[in-house]
């Protein structure tokens, strides 16, 4: 057997999967060298060339929380206060518990100014809402619990009792 007809397949091999690692290892490294250039240009207030870099890392399918919290920083610096939002919100997605974006998301929703005046509410809704307002929520709810029992121990009774007295209560069916 020969010495070169297994080493050039095992070669050859190599080669592939050398190649087939190289491209992503390239992307993962293009898209981090954009983030950290997107990053520099935003410190240094040019917010159009930062939101290229972060855009183009979006384009390459690379997002991650950090990458949306930057967009949504961008954005808001630029004015947008819409997309802001939406990538914070995008960024707790990813990361929930990241407090940066928590602040950030309810300081731009803060400068937002919504001019819808609400329309009164049906007078039935209003009325009871008045009225479930004047007792404090820890009482009303077991007073309602109560009164949902109660009724439906009677609705119960109804229907399994055929006494006179229950009739009479309840009248004939």
């Given at each position: ?41 935003y410190r ?14 979006l384009d ?104 006179p007295g ?8």
């Amino acid at each position: 057997m020969k010495r070169g007809g297994v080493i050039k397949p095992a070669l050859g091999a190599v080669l592939v999967v050398t190649v087939g690692c190289a491209a992503p290892l390239a992307a993962q490294l293009d898209a981090r060298s954009l983030f950290e250039e997107g990053n520099r240009l935003y410190r240094e207030s040019d917010y159009e060339g930062a939101l290229e870099r972060y855009l183009a890392i979006l384009d390459g399918d690379r997002a991650n929380g950090a990458l949306y919290y930057n967009l949504g920083n961008t954005y808001f610096k630029l004015g947008d206060l819409g997309r802001a939002i939406l990538h914070y919100e995008r960024a707790l997605r990813l990361e929930p518990r990241d407090a940066d974006t928590k602040a950030n998301l309810a300081l731009a929703r803060t400068l937002i100014a919504d001019d819808v005046t609400p329309l009164p509410g049906f007078w039935v809704l209003r009325f009871v809402a008045w009225w479930t307002q004047l007792i404090p929520r820890g009482a009303l709810l077991p007073a309602v619990a109560v009164s949902y029992l109660g009724l439906i121990s009677a609705v119960v009774a109804r229907v399994l009792t055929r006494r006179p007295g229950v009739e009479r209560w309840g009248g004939r069916c």
